[in-house]
């Protein structure tokens, strides 16, 4: 069985910088894509990052790109978003999402297995 744990978030000001971190159990991340999203109150799901652990490709959403990175530690089976210059519409609960796939998508549809969410809050 897939599983997903999201740690991490927090309350952040605005310029300030914040990891998430995605416990993964049930697969092996070779395998699969890893998806970042983000909800925030009112709004639909957004996605954030996706990375392939088969080629270490990412894709990055243009209200994030050269601020948030993600990264991966295959001994510990977990998924990073590192977020610098954080902004208040950052705000959200972010989740990471996982799909047994060699494409990367932004689509939340495309994914099968979801984490529970993390809160972060950035203070303007």
């Known amino acids: 069985e897939v599983q997903l744990v999201e740690s991490g978030g927090s309350l952040v000001q605005a310029g300030g910088s914040l990891r998430v971190s995605c416990a993964a159990s049930?697969?092996?991340?070779?395998?699969?894509?890893i998806g970042w999203f983000r909800q925030a109150p009112g709004k639909e799901r957004e996605g954030v990052t996706c990375m392939l652990r088969n080629d270490g490709s990412t894709l990055y959403a243009d209200s994030v790109k050269g601020r948030f990175t993600t990264s991966s530690d295959n001994a510990k089976n977990t998924v990073y978003l590192q977020m610098n210059s954080l902004k208040p519409e950052d705000t959200a609960v972010y989740y990471c999402?996982?799909?047994?796939?060699?494409?990367?998508?932004?689509?939340?549809?495309?994914?099968?297995?979801w984490g529970q969410g993390t809160q972060v809050t950035v203070s303007s």
């Open positions: 049930g697969f092996t991340f070779e395998d699969y894509a």
């Open positions: 999402a996982a799909v047994a796939s060699v494409m990367c998508t932004l689509a939340p549809g495309f994914y099968d297995d």
